[in-house]
């Protein structure tokens, strides 16, 4: 069975190891510090749409202002459940004005 946690957990330990890295590639040669600043932004972007196909998993809502797509986290109650802002573009959505579930693509 997929296990959810233990992926949300293996991609948190990818991150810090990225952050661990950076300093590290600051202190290489031009040529591979551009090299390598390259290949570290594709592994970001690949850890930040992990992490939203995690968010996905746990019921949260993507924004899709960005790509990869930003998490929407909790602003509020709502009269029938919560409401989510985007913390990059400020959308707020509220189960009031969401479309029926089965209309959401998957990522
Ligand atoms: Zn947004």
Not at 27 to 47: G, I
Not at 60 to 87: D, N, S, V
Request: hydrophobic share 35%; glycine share 6%; charged share 25%.
């Amino acid at each position: 069975m997929f296990d959810l946690k233990t992926f949300s957990d293996g991609i948190s330990l990818l991150g810090s190891v990225v952050s661990t890295v950076k300093p590290v590639i600051d202190m290489l040669p031009k040529r591979e510090k551009e090299q390598a600043s390259q290949k570290l932004l594709e592994v970001e972007e690949k850890l930040q749409i992990a992490e939203a196909q995690i968010a996905k998993g746990l019921g949260y809502e993507l924004c899709k202002c960005t790509w990869p797509p930003q998490i929407m986290l909790h602003a509020g109650e709502a009269e029938y459940g919560e409401k989510f802002r985007c913390p990059v573009c400020g959308r707020v959505v509220s189960p009031d004005d969401m479309p029926p579930l089965n209309s959401w693509r998957t990522i």
